[in-house]
T-cell receptor
Framework: GAVVSQHPSWVICKSGTSVKIECRSL??????MFWYRQFPKQSLMLMAT?????????EQGVEKDKFLINHASLTLSTLTVTSAHPEDSSFYIC????????????FGNGTRLTVT | GEDVEQSLFLSVREGDSSVINCTYT??????LYWYKQEPGAGLQLLTY?????DMKQDQRLTVLLNKKDKHLSLRIADTQTGDSAIYFC????????FGKGTRLHILP
């Protein structure tokens, strides 16, 4: 079945540094990928929609300068958390849909970010 | 209000059937989904149902869809310890909206 690979699976960084998370669709192409954030024991919150070849669409309340998204190819989207702070610590999950359509979203295994 | 609602907890004895319920609001969704999340992991697509279907069965899983009441349910037959996880109901075609998740706990 469709596979979405997310890397790294966990990362610890110091306050003020930036962290890049990659999301790859391994056996399909995706013009659209989605980035979610999940707080402990809560549901997933959509942060932004990543569009190949164009700017990402951010949900209300999500700082685009804080969470930089680049969708450089049909199989790769990256999320960079810039100048990370402890409150950015969270579980980040990406998802992608096969551009051929009529298929559900497939999710990566998530990245647990801890900012110290 | 919430677009997708589901109960937060369910406890079931091993071997019994589990039924997880969900209500949604967007009647235009092409698909409705059930995702499973194990601790510390991402989401695994468990099953989905096309909106013009009433029922879908896949081995131990049965999905029932009542479009009139906008009610979706997931039945897991012969529940096993490996089924212990959080189950998310989701709707909409593009920007998927998730419920808060139902934590399924298996009693020995």
């Amino acid at each position: 079945g469709a596979v979405v690979s997310q890397h790294p699976s966990w990362v610890i960084c110091k306050s003020g540094t930036s962290v890049k998370i990659e999301c790859r669709s391994l056996d399909f192409q995706a013009t659209t990928m989605f980035w979610y954030r999940q707080f402990p024991k809560q549901s997933l919150m959509l942060m932004a929609t990543s569009n190949e070849g164009s700017k990402a669409t951010y949900e209300q309340g999500v700082e685009k300068d804080k969470f930089l998204i680049n969708h450089a190819s049909l199989t790769l989207s990256t999320l960079t958390v810039t100048s990370a702070h402890p409150e950015d610590s969270s579980f980040y999950i990406c998802s992608a849909r096969d551009l051929r359509g009529n298929s559900p979203l497939h999710f990566g295994n998530g990245t647990r970010l801890t900012v110290t | 209000g919430e677009d997708v609602e589901q109960s937060l907890f369910l406890s079931v004895r091993e071997g019994d059937s589990s039924v997880i319920n969900c209500t949604y609001t967007d009647s235009s969704s092409t698909y409705l989904y059930w995702y499973k999340q194990e601790p510390g992991a991402g989401l695994q697509l468990l099953t989905y149902i096309f909106s013009n279907m009433d029922m879908k069965q896949d081995q131990r899983l049965t999905v029932l869809l009542n479009k009139k009441d906008k009610h979706l349910s997931l039945r897991i037959a012969d529940t096993q310890t490996g089924d212990s996880a959080i189950y998310f109901c989701a709707e909409k075609d593009d920007k998927i909206i998730f419920g808060k998740g139902t934590r399924l706990h298996i009693l020995p």
